[in-house]
């Protein structure tokens, strides 16, 4: 079956600190992939995706690329600020019939210290 | 354009009840996903509803049941309440029901069972 592994965290940074939230998947087809953030109190939100192999999602300075070799999504950032801190879910689309459903890591937690 | 919207926002029941919640996906949104969220478990997916049929269910008991009318709202439904439904239910929405499509997620219910 599938699945979606990260890095559990949690992760503490200061301002202006480079981050890195690895991601690894197993997926019967052709995924999709995906970052979602989640506030305290809040639903979440998409902050990038890729469809295909070689594709790279980017966002308000977020950026993942989508390599099918090493079967990584890892999300970076180059430059966190303090309200970036959030907990971060990767998650896999898979593209086999009608198996439509979001697969999730157990999400990493963020804080960004100022 | 409005997102999508869940009704409550909170609940209190005991165990043994049954709970409808309630989901409003963005307009022109045919596709409906559930997803329940809890420390132990991380996000786990329930449902998903395309033009009014479940095209796909998660491995959860009978217990757990939904619906989607025509106009695309859904609701879903727990009977007999275990302690351990208390989580955050998540609804999300998404165009069609393809692995590109992105899902978009509502504020989710916070349901406590007593």
């Known amino acids: 079956g599938n699945s979606v592994t990260q890095m559990e965290g949690p992760v503490t940074l200061s301002e202006e600190a480079f981050l890195t939230i690895n991601c690894t998947y197993t997926?019967?087809?052709?995924?999709?992939l995906f970052w979602y953030v989640q506030y305290p109190g809040e639903g979440l939100q998409l902050l990038l995706k890729a469809t295909k192999a070689d594709d790279k999602g980017s966002n308000k300075g977020f950026e993942a690329t989508y390599r099918k070799e090493t079967t990584s999504f890892h999300l970076e950032k180059g430059s966190v600020q303090v309200s970036d801190s959030a907990v971060y879910f990767c998650?896999?689309?898979?593209?086999?019939?009608?198996?439509?459903?979001?697969?999730f890591g157990k999400g990493t937690l963020l804080t960004v210290n100022p | 354009k409005a997102g999508v919207t869940q009704t409550p926002r909170y609940l209190i029941k005991t165990r043994g009840q049954q709970v409808t919640l309630s989901c409003s996906p963005i307009s022109g949104h045919r596709s409906v996903s559930w997803y329940q969220q809890t420390p132990g478990q991380g996000l786990q997916f329930l449902f998903e509803y395309f033009s009014e049929t479940q095209r796909n269910k998660g491995n959860f008991p009978g217990r757990f049941s939904g619906r989607q009318f025509s106009n695309s709202r859904s609701e879903m439904n727990v009977s007999t309440l275990e302690l351990g439904d208390s989580a955050l239910y998540l609804c999300?929405?998404?165009?069609?029901?393809?692995?590109?499509?992105?899902?978009?997620f509502g504020p989710g219910t916070r349901l406590t069972v007593l």
């Open positions: 997926a019967t087809g052709y995924p999709s």
């Open positions: 999300a929405s998404s165009v069609d029901s393809s692995s590109t499509d992105t899902q978009y």
């Open positions: 998650a896999l689309s898979d593209s086999g019939g009608s198996n439509y459903k979001l697969t």
